[in-house]
C-alpha cells in the first residue's frame, strides 16, 4: 500500500500542469495568483507573438509576466518588444490585468469599448 502510494505522488509530480502557475480557474475565469482577474484584448492577434497593448495601455492594462520558463499549454510566453518581459499568453493570447480592478473578483474591466474580456477557460 505505501509502494502505490508513493508510485502515485511520483507519478503526479512528474505530470505537467494543467494550468500555469501565474493563473488558476476560479468561479468560471482566470485570475492570478492574488486572485485578480485576468482579460484578453480583442486588437492582439493569437499566435502573432505581439501585443498590441503599450504605453499608456499599459499603465492601464498591466501584462501578465510569465514566471514559469516553458507553461504547459493551453498557455505559452511571449517576449514584450518594449521591455523584453515575457507576458503570458492563453490559446495565444497575451494576459493583461485592469488597473481599476480594485481587489480579488472584480471585473471593471469586463467588455471595455467592447475589447477587453475576461479570460473564461
Partial sequence: M??????TLAALL??????????????????N??????YVFDKDVADSGKSAC??????????????DA???APY?????EDNGAMQLT???KPLYLYKED???GDVAGDNFKNVWHVVKP
Wanted: aromatic fraction near 6%; charged fraction near 10%; hydrophobic fraction near 50%.
Fill in 14 to 31: 512528474s505530470a505537467p500542469l494543467a494550468f500555469a502557475a501565474d493563473v488558476m480557474p476560479a468561479n468560471g475565469m482566470l485570475v
Fill in 90 to 92: 492563453y490559446k495565444g
Fill in 76 to 80: 505559452g510566453s511571449i517576449k514584450r
Fill in 33 to 38: 495568483a492574488s486572485g485578480m482577474t485576468v
Fill in 102 to 104: 480594485k481587489k480579488p
Fill in 70 to 72: 516553458a507553461p504547459a
Fill in 54 to 67: 503599450g504605453g499608456g495601455c499599459l499603465v492601464a492594462w498591466p501584462a501578465v509576466i510569465a514566471t
Fill in 2 to 7: 505505501r509502494f502505490t502510494a508513493i508510485a
